[in-house]
């Protein structure tokens, strides 16, 4: 059975960092690109940062170039997403993924066959 979960989320000030994991089981881990979305009240959601299976590869969405980095251990079946220089715009519900196998673009949610229950990050002003 395949699982995503993610943790790491909280309340946290403007300028401020947080790591979010996503610790995956119920598949071999290293054969999927994995990606992070997240959804903000009243919006759709939206793409984050992806990684391919060994890590060379990412992607991310401009409005977080700079602040927001992606990895992945393939030992621990986890990936991460460290979140540098919060803004209140990054308050959402994020999400980790798992992209079909086959691939796909990674910044659509609708090449994604797996998703995590989410975890809330939200940044005050």
């Known amino acids: 059975q395949v699982q995503l979960v993610e943790s790491g989320g909280g309340l946290v000030e403007s300028g401020d960092s947080l790591r979010l994991s996503c610790a995956a089981s119920?598949?071999?881990?290293?054969?999927?690109?994995m990606s992070w979305f997240r959804q903000a009240p009243g919006k759709e959601r939206e793409f984050v940062f992806g990684?391919?299976?060994?890590?060379?590869?990412?992607a991310y969405a401009d409005s977080v170039k700079g602040r927001f980095t992606i990895s992945r251990d393939n030992a621990k079946n986890t990936v991460y997403l460290q979140m540098n220089s919060l803004k209140p715009a990054d308050t959402a519900v994020y999400y980790c993924?798992?992209?079909?196998?086959?691939?796909?673009?990674?910044?659509?949610?609708?090449?994604?066959?797996?998703w995590g229950q989410g975890t809330q990050v939200t940044v005050s002003s």
């Open positions: 993924a798992r992209l079909m196998s086959g691939g796909g673009a990674l910044s659509s949610p609708a090449n994604y066959d797996y």
């Open positions: 990684i391919g299976q060994s890590g060379t590869y990412t």
């Open positions: 119920g598949f071999t881990f290293l054969h999927y690109a």
